[in-house]
């Protein structure tokens, strides 16, 4: 790999060209906008697809992308365990379409909307937050708790970078991979 183990926006806009792109969001956050030429492998995925990976990064620099550079560094790091060196896209889709970036967006008839997972877990997190509080109030206020358990799973999550919403979100049916999309992603990384 010429390219160090992380790109900006700028760095990898004058490489595109050059780059093997791996988004690995959910199918739905990908199909809501991803860089041009990106294909698709869900972080959850990932192991699937070292072989294919290992490949294509044989052939040139690949470069992991997700909305905002903590699940691609994830990915980066546990392919690196693997021998597969990648690089990681600093700031993710949102950095890269913050700078007037193009996102390539399936048409609206082959994919339908999705949220983006940090979107779908502010959603929950906010939801399950303001059921504990009421519930605390009409009900009993032991279900304040819900919303204590909540708030320091946030903090958890921001203290380790992970998120166990996240992971349990992502095996909803709009979140979760779909065989034939995979498929045909790592037949195309098998292709020199």
Known sequence: M?????????????????????DVRTPGEYASGHLPGALNIPLA???????ELRHAADRGD????CASGNRSENARRL??????TT????????????????????????TPASWSMERQVRLTAGSLVLL???????VHPAFQFLSAGIGGGLVFSALTNTCGMAVMLAKLPHNRPRPA???????????D
């Open 87 to 110: 690089a990681n896209l600093a700031g993710g889709t949102t950095a890269w379409a913050a700078e007037g970036h193009e996102l390539h967006r399936p048409a609206a008839c082959d």
């Open 79 to 84: 392919l690196a365990e693997q021998g597969v």
């Open 62 to 65: 690949v470069l992991l992308v």
């Open 45 to 51: 995925q990932i192991r699937r697809a070292v072989p």
């Open 132 to 138: 504990g509080l009421l519930l605390g109030l009409l």
């Open 2 to 22: 010429t390219a160090p183990l992380t790109l900006d926006i700028h760095q990898a806009h004058a490489r595109l060209a050059d780059l093997t792109l791996i």
């Open 181 to 191: 999309d995979l498929a045909a992603t790592l037949a195309a990384l098998r292709r």
